[in-house]
């Protein structure tokens, strides 16, 4: 069964400032992975995914990611934080084959101005 | 821009009424999900179909949960009698997939559920 362990449940950072946020999967296959975003009373948008193609990852507002097999891990960077990006980030992983998402318990993400 | 549309927004019910939520999907998208979000316990799946067959749902209290098909553009969830714990954000998300290969889940806006 896939498992899914997100390190931080709440990360603050300056504006301006990189942005890392920590996701490590277990699976016993390789897996679809996924990052969303959620913004205050909205519903779960899509950042990036890896699907067994270039491990770095880029997704949309300068997010990327780095899937990284022998460390089990699927981190989410910035180079620099906006304001904008203050929300919930969630991470999600799924075995090749299964439709289903593991969803991470979040990261909260606070931007100081 | 093709989303998944939810209806209602919100719905404020007593105890003991039935409740009933509403889905579109995407377009052309196969599999459907309904999750349930609260503070306590997070994204939970409650319930998927593919093709419009119900494949798992294991994640919905089965007394008082249902989820539905009735055509492919229209996906229902329904609480029958509802109760506060019931209380929470329901999102439906849709997504498209061939061949057993995995896709990434578009996620509706939510249906705010209070049960007083």
């Known amino acids: 069964a896939q498992s899914v362990t997100q390190l931080d449940s709440h990360v603050s950072v300056s504006e301006g400032t990189p942005v890392l946020l920590r996701c490590n999967y277990s699976?016993?296959?390789?897996?679809?992975l996924f990052w969303y975003v959620q913004h205050p009373n909205k519903g779960l948008q899509l950042l990036l995914k890896y699907t067994s193609a270039a491990t770095l990852v880029k997704g949309i507002n300068g997010f990327e990611a780095e899937f990284k097999k022998s460390e089990t891990s699927f981190h989410l960077t910035k180079p620099s934080a906006h304001m904008s990006d203050a929300a919930e980030y969630f991470c999600a992983p799924s075995n090749f084959g299964n439709e289903k998402l593991t969803f991470g318990t979040g990261t909260r993400l606070t931007i100081i101005p | 821009d093709a989303r998944v549309t939810q209806t209602p927004r919100h719905k404020v019910t007593e105890m003991g009424q039935e409740v009933t939520m509403r889905c579109q999907p995407i377009?052309?998208?196969?599999?459907v999900f309904w999750y349930r979000q609260t503070m306590m316990q997070g994204l939970e799946l409650l319930a998927y179909?593919?093709?419009?067959?119900?494949?798992?749902d294991s994640g919905m209290p089965k007394d008082r949960f249902s989820a539905e098909m009735p055509d492919a553009t229209l996906a229902t969830l329904k609480i029958q009698p509802s109760e506060p714990r019931d209380s929470a954000v329901y999102f439906c998300?849709?997504?498209?997939?061939?061949?057993?290969?995995?896709?990434?889940?578009?996620f509706g806006p939510g249906t705010r559920l209070t049960v007083t």
């Open positions: 179909f593919r093709n419009r067959a119900p494949l798992d």
């Open positions: 998300a849709s997504g498209h997939t061939q061949r057993l290969l995995s896709y990434e889940q578009y």
């Open positions: 699976s016993s296959y390789s897996p679809s």
């Open positions: 377009l052309g998208h196969n599999t």
